[in-house]
């Protein structure tokens, strides 16, 4: 079994399944497709990424070329998530806005003809950077969690022991 993937995706859907009752709130309703959207508090993306590095961390160390390729996975996708992702759910809320403001127009004056879109595009794609911090500091304890009390093996007992010492001590 691959622990840090597992690891990981179970921090997914815990970030994906806390963001249900805030949907019911704004929606008073939920719907499957709920679990896969994006955008909202918790960031599932944060949580993953964060969940494998602090795993990975843990595990083989901070200095490790694990975890220095998990980090930097995450340094990538929260800059996407607040950044790339975020400024195109802002400009899909101006089309669709644009798209409203087009349609009274066109009904004023007939010889201009438009074809109004079925549904409206997507606006909630990107994270506000209290959504991506909440997303990391869950996939940071869930990762933790979960390296800590992975049995260890034969070889590995007394390197696990050593760490959540080392762990401990900075704690208190």
Same mark, same amino acid.
């Given at each position: 079994?691959?622990?840090?993937?597992?690891?990981?995706?179970?921090?997914?859907?815990?970030?994906?399944?806390?963001?249900?009752?805030?949907?019911?709130?704004?929606?008073?309703?939920?719907?499957?497709?709920?679990?896969?959207?994006?955008?909202?508090?918790?960031?599932?993306?944060?949580?993953?990424?964060?969940?494998?590095?602090?795993? +990975?961390?843990? *595990?083989? #160390?901070?200095?490790?070329?694990?975890?220095?390729?998990? $980090? &930097? !996975? /995450?340094?990538?996708?929260?800059?996407?998530?607040?950044?790339?992702?975020?400024?195109?759910?802002?400009?899909?809320?101006?089309?669709?806005?644009?798209?409203?403001?087009?349609?009274?127009?066109?009904?004023?004056?007939?010889?201009?003809?438009?074809?109004?879109?079925?549904?409206? +595009?997507?606006? *909630?794609? #990107?994270?506000?950077?209290?959504?991506?911090?909440?997303? $990391? &500091? !869950? /996939?940071?304890?869930?990762?933790?969690?979960?390296?800590?009390?992975?049995?260890?093996?034969?070889?590995?007992?007394?390197?696990?022991?050593?760490?959540?010492?080392?762990?401990?001590?900075?704690?208190?």
């Amino acid at each position: 079994m691959n622990r840090a993937l597992w690891t990981s995706l179970v921090s997914i859907g815990a970030a994906q399944a806390m963001k249900i009752p805030g949907r019911i709130r704004e929606s008073g309703r939920w719907e499957w497709k709920d679990l896969v959207r994006t955008g909202g508090m918790p960031s599932s993306h944060s949580a993953g990424v964060a969940a494998l590095a602090a795993y +990975l961390g843990v *595990k083989k #160390g901070v200095s490790s070329p694990f975890f220095s390729l998990s $980090a &930097l !996975l /995450g340094v990538i996708v929260i800059y996407d998530a607040m950044g790339i992702r975020r400024h195109t759910g802002l400009i899909a809320s101006e089309v669709n806005h644009l798209e409203k403001t087009v349609v009274k127009l066109t009904e004023k004056s007939s010889p201009h003809l438009h074809q109004k879109r079925e549904k409206e +595009l997507e606006e *909630k794609l #990107g994270h506000l950077p209290e959504e991506v911090l909440g997303g $990391a &500091l !869950l /996939g940071t304890l869930i990762g933790w969690i979960s390296a800590v009390t992975e049995p260890a093996s034969k070889g590995r007992a007394a390197k696990a022991s050593q760490v959540i010492r080392r762990l401990w001590a900075r704690l208190t």
